[in-house]
């Protein structure tokens, strides 16, 4: 079965930068829409950021949009997610992953491959 595997969090003071990066175990159908939600301490999953085949289109919550630019390789089977001007706010647990189609909606996920365990992102004031 193919997995998920986020890489990529750390600490980070607020105004740096981190890149996120979402690899597939095995090869996946470069067909599938791309994303990142985020979960902080006693809240829901929340979307992040899509992207849709060949890189296009792209979708931004708003809170994220200006700072942080999702893309992905297909040859390498890999996501990515450059967070700048980080915030506090930002501090969460992020996880990517795949759909059949482009899709912001948290429903259209985790139905062809299973969630990873996700990357932590800590933002200090």
């Known amino acids: 079965q193919v997995h998920l595997i986020e890489t990529g969090g750390g600490l980070v003071q607020a105004g740096g930068s981190l890149r996120l990066s979402c690899a597939t175990s095995?090869?996946?159908?470069?067909?599938?829409?791309m994303a990142w939600f985020r979960q902080a301490p006693g809240k829901e999953r929340e979307f992040v950021a899509a992207?849709?085949?060949?890189?296009?289109?792209?979708r931004y919550t708003e809170s994220v949009e200006g700072r942080f630019t999702i893309s992905r390789d297909d040859a390498e089977n890999t996501a990515y997610l450059q967070m700048n001007s980080l915030k506090p706010e930002d501090t969460a647990v992020y996880y990517c992953?795949?759909?059949?189609?482009?899709?912001?909606?948290?429903?259209?996920?985790?139905?062809?491959?299973?969630w990873g365990k996700g990357t932590q992102v800590t933002v200090s004031s």
């Open positions: 992953n795949v759909a059949s189609f482009f899709s912001t909606d948290y429903s259209d996920y985790g139905k062809l491959i299973p």
């Open positions: 992207i849709g085949r060949s890189g296009s289109p792209t």
């Open positions: 095995g090869r996946t159908d470069t067909k599938y829409g």
